[in-house]
């Protein structure tokens, strides 16, 4: 099992950047992907971004691409989230998980962490 921390949430105005941290403990050798996923009031969870543990390939929502830049940090056990250009509708619960079940897109994970919140203000 891996556990996951997230952190860098917060309040910006939109046109800001925030940068989200995912840090991984335990069983982090068995980690394959890393991907973050974001839940706004009255929505469904939806994915953001997600990446390969070992070869770095990224995967990216059309509504965050070319604004957010998804990272790791082996050494670390820890992912990143660096979200440029915010905007109000990016205003949501951002989530961390590991271990995909089958597509990373797809939002069946084995590990979630707690969330942080992101708000965006107009």
């Known amino acids: 099992q891996v556990q996951l921390v997230e952190s860098g949430g917060g309040l910006v105005q939109a046109g800001g950047s925030l940068q989200l941290s995912c840090a991984a403990s335990?069983?982090?050798?068995?980690?394959?992907?890393m991907g973050w996923f974001r839940q706004a009031p009255g929505k469904e969870r939806e994915f953001v971004a997600a990446?390969?543990?070992?070869?770095?390939?990224?995967y990216y929502a059309d509504s965050v691409e070319g604004r957010f830049t998804i990272s790791k940090d082996n050494a670390k056990n820890t992912v990143y989230l660096q979200m440029n250009s915010l905007k109000p509708e990016d205003t949501a619960v951002y989530y961390c998980?590991?271990?995909?079940?089958?597509?990373?897109?797809?939002?069946?994970?084995?590990?979630w962490g707690q969330g942080t919140q992101v708000t965006v203000s107009s």
């Open positions: 998980a590991t271990d995909p079940r089958d597509s990373v897109y797809s939002g069946n994970y084995a590990s």
């Open positions: 335990g069983r982090t050798f068995s980690i394959y992907a």
């Open positions: 990446i390969n543990w070992s070869r770095g390939y990224t």
